[in-house]
């Protein structure tokens, strides 16, 4: 076997190794991308859930601050200014 055909014999080697590597670190970062996507979609989940919960409290706070103190003046609650 002359030189040329050894050192190509060790190219080829050395590139089915590299190879093997690549395709190793192609499936763990597959794993990593498939949970960075479920964390950006938890996080778009709780994005939306608070924009709804501000919403809700804008319009909801009011009415139940005021139900709140006609409810105490009804029932004998009155501010004291002490």
Known sequence: MSTLQQEI???RAELLANTEATLRVESNT???????????????FFTATG???RRVVIWVGPFLTVAGALWA??????????
């Open 73 to 82: 003046l009804a029932h004998g609650k009155w501010p004291s200014l002490d």
């Open 30 to 44: 597959k794993e990593l991308v498939e949970l960075l996507k479920l964390a950006k979609s938890g996080v778009g």
């Open 9 to 11: 014999s060790a190219y």
């Open 51 to 53: 924009r709804v919960l």
